[in-house]
């Protein structure tokens, strides 16, 4: 005859199974979870409400890289707690650089980029890793297509008309689709007084990206002015494809000249594109000074002159 198991040695055998299958279950449900997005307290506020940054203040996806993820860090530097929103938005490039939200924007690439997390609640001084993954479609068009990461914190009503206005900042991303690509740009017109009498004067360039990729005109490839005198160079600037962009430098011209300002630019295939303007530099009031200081020399030598004859 087999004796009867103990009910007790029974149940402390399955309470102790029970208790380790636990144990097993909770560490692989934790070790199977992503780590938290990293956040960090080291940076400083600024007594505003609002104070949003962001790092880097645009992305670039390479024709080798659009299978890799793009990371953007979002900062509050304010000194209030900020609700975000992460949106992915197409756009066209202003003429003075600026971000023109467009629903209907040419080389959109709103639908290949998610970014994550897509709403997060930002302490004061903390920052918060968004990440934008990238899939672009088998048929997709070689060269540059664009999209805008927009971080809105929305604003609540304020006052009896319960206005509300939004506050963002956004960060483009160009993705450079594999194929032939060509950031071929021109000079469209080069513009300054045509007669100044003394600097600096404004010299305005207007750029049209004429290739397939966006170009930029930073650094050492920055946009310079070819003049006698003193030009600073045109400030760092991209022209994006399909798009127009107006910019401006100061120039300090010779005292007195007709002078031919320049503006070049090479292109990937060697040729060169030069557009000039031409400004007269007269320095009316200084003439006008040497002037009136010869007739006054003339007018005292007259009148000594008069005055030996009259004493005579």
């Known amino acids: 005859m087999i004796p009867a198991p103990n009910g007790t040695g029974t149940a402390r055998r399955l309470l102790a199974l029970a208790c380790s299958l636990s144990l097993v279950t909770g560490w ?3 070790a199977a979870e992503p780590p938290p997005p990293s956040t960090s307290t080291s940076y400083n506020t600024r007594p505003a409400d609002f104070s949003l940054a ?6 670039v996806v390479g024709p080798a890289d659009t299978d890799t993820d793009r990371h953007v860090e979002v900062i509050n530097r304010g000194s209030a707690p900020l609700d975000v929103l992460v949106q992915e938005r197409d756009f066209v490039g202003g003429t003075d650089g600026s971000l023109v939200f467009r629903e209907d924007a040419p080389y959109s690439a709103s639908a290949w980029v998610s970014a994550s997390p897509a709403s997060f609640r930002l302490q004061p001084g903390t ?8 899939a672009v ?7 540059d297509h664009a999209v805008a990461l927009v971080f809105l914190v929305p604003a609540k009503a304020t006052g009896p008309e319960n206005v509300r206005i939004n506050r963002a900042i956004a960060a483009p991303l160009y993705i450079a689709v594999p194929g032939a690509s060509d950031d071929s740009a021109i000079i469209s017109g080069l513009a300054a007084p045509g007669f100044v009498t003394g600097g600096p004067v404004e010299l305005t360039a207007t750029m049209r990206n004429t290739g397939t990729v966006h170009r930029d005109f930073r650094g050492a490839a920055g946009l310079t002015v070819d003049a006698a005198g003193t030009a600073r160079a045109f400030p760092d600037f991209t022209v994006m494809r399909g798009s127009t962009r107006v910019v401006r430098t100061t120039w300090d011209p ?12 090479t292109n990937a ?7 000039t303007v031409r400004v007269v530099v007269l320095p009316v009031y200084l003439l006008l000074a040497v002037l009136a200081a010869a007739v006054a020399v003339l007018w005292v030598r007259r009148r000594r002159s008069r005055k030996i004859r009259a004493d005579a």
């Open 127 to 134: 920052a918060r890793t968004v990440t934008a993954r990238v």
């Open 54 to 59: 962001i790092t880097p203040a645009r992305l």
């Open 254 to 265: 010779p005292l007195l000249c007709v002078c031919h300002p320049a503006v070049s630019i």
């Open 137 to 143: 479609p088998d048929d997709a068009e070689p060269g």
């Open 269 to 275: 295939d060697g040729s060169v594109r030069t557009v």
């Open 28 to 30: 692989t449900t934790a």
